[in-house]
């Protein structure tokens, strides 16, 4: 089964949210005390999700603010030369600024994120930032849930999507589900509730899920996607770590997508990378089967290398992975 998208637009996918730094230690298989040496690279979940579809030969643009300082110019010259639209990303002048993940690669099993989010660009994107003109050019407007977390990005995403949807773009929500910036578990429920049921696929780890259905405990996916499929979603994919994920259709078909043997490095990346190579396949016309290859060898890619956003990798690598059907 395939997507259908409308090939009348533009652009192929284009990303709102945060567009950020990620600072990864170079001296990998020990904790972050004892770590000196960090590597610089572009992160944020929507911003590496366009830097990889960009990557895979899509055409993509991104809507998200970035500070007025040399990280922010950082940033959109790499999203530039990577072939990304950058003429919707707005230049913070209030002084705020850049997030920061510093990453901990303790082993290829113990990886852990700090993420410095106080008082962030990204965060303070205006609803009148977001430009109906510019929305309406995309086949999938991505959206990622971290932007829900505060005012006034919370306000500029909620227009995006309904913008959107007037304009017979395809939602996409990567649940991006970051403890950091959000109030309350019941707050992030109501609201990664709220534009799950708006959009047109939904994407995230079982854990993920578990935080929009508000569990303490780990969730089903069968009631996960019998509620969504009341709303608006046609397809919904749930990822189960190493373990592979599964995509679920409004129609009723299941599919299960099995993860590559790689050397691991570092786990972080995995999220972004499916996602890329997934909605590349998806929107370049391939069945759901084939896309969950794509967005699984991606990853494995991904996590064998040092970055999420410089490590995305190109068709041929990932045609090469699923060639030699090396599965967990
Ligand atoms: N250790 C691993 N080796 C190979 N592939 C992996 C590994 N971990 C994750 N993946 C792939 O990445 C996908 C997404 O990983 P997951 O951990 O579920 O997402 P996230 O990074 O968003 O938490 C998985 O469905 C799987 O295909
Ligand atoms: O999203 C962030 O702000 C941090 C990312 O740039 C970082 O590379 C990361 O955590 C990737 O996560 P994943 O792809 O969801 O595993």
């Not at 494995?300 to 599965?327: C, F, Q, R, W, Y």
Request: charged residues 25%; negative net charge.
């Amino acid at each position: 089964m395939t997507i259908l998208f409308n090939k009348d637009k533009e652009f192929d996918l284009i990303a709102v949210g945060r567009a950020c730094i990620d600072l990864n230690a170079v001296e990998f298989n020990r904790p972050m005390e004892e770590t000196i040496t960090f590597q610089k690279y572009v992160g944020g979940s929507p911003a590496n999700v366009a830097i990889g579809s960009s990557k895979l030969g899509l055409k993509a643009g991104f809507i998200g603010k970035i500070p007025n300082d040399q990280h922010g110019r950082f940033i959109e010259q790499y999203m530039s030369n990577v072939g990304i639209d950058t003429s919707n990303m707005v230049i913070d002048n209030d002084g705020h600024k850049v997030g920061l993940a510093f990453t901990e690669i303790k082993s290829p099993e113990e990886c852990s994120i700090l993420m410095y989010r106080e008082q962030v660009a990204d965060l303070y994107l205006e609803p009148a930032e977001v430009d109906e003109e510019y929305i309406k050019r995309t086949k999938i407007l991505l959206v990622s849930g971290t932007a829900l977390a505060q005012s006034p990005s919370r306000e500029a995403l909620l227009k995006a999507v309904k913008l959107a949807k007037k304009n017979h773009v395809k939602v996409i929500f990567e649940l991006d589900y970051r403890p950091y910036t959000w109030k309350s578990k019941e707050e992030t429920a109501v609201y990664y509730t709220q534009v799950a049921e708006q959009s047109d696929v939904v994407i995230g780890t079982r854990e993920e899920f578990d935080m929009m259905e508000n569990l303490d405990h780990e969730g089903v996916n069968e009631k996960t996607i019998k509620d969504l499929f009341e709303h608006s979603p046609e397809l919904v994919v749930i990822k189960h770590g190493v373990e592979g994920s599964f995509a679920y259709t409004r129609s009723g078909e299941t599919y299960r997508g099995k993860a590559y043997k790689t050397k691991v490095l570092k786990t972080f990346g995995a999220g972004d990378s499916y996602a890329s190579a997934f909605l590349y396949a998806l929107v370049s016309g391939k069945d759901i089967e084939t896309a969950l290859k794509y967005g699984s060898a991606s990853a494995s890619i991904v996590v064998s290398k040092h970055s999420s956003s410089d490590a995305m990798p190109t068709v041929e690598e990932i045609e090469k992975l699923i060639k030699g059907n090396n599965t967990i």
